[in-house]
């Protein structure tokens, strides 16, 4: 019943020192891939709020449903279809 809680180490094959560069390397990844998933929605918005300023409020209101549709979207995907497939399915999006 104990090893069942026990704390098992992220990846067997690497030593302690290595783990450091892979979180290096993470780190250094993460902002490429950032900023390709958070411009869109401010650029739209501004966009929006040049061209019609009233329907700024509607942005917002359709970016929130959209968020929250898609995360159940994607769980009831998973669980029917399979998680490689969800990630397919969002790559070619």
Known sequence: MANQFRILPLDKNRRGDELGNSFGSASADAPKIAIAFWMPFPLGLSRI???????????????????????ILATLLAMNVGFTCVMLIAITL
């Open 49 to 71: 709020s040049a061209w019609a300023p009233g329907l700024v409020p509607c942005a917002w209101g359709i970016n929130g449903c959209a968020s929250v549709l898609s995360a």
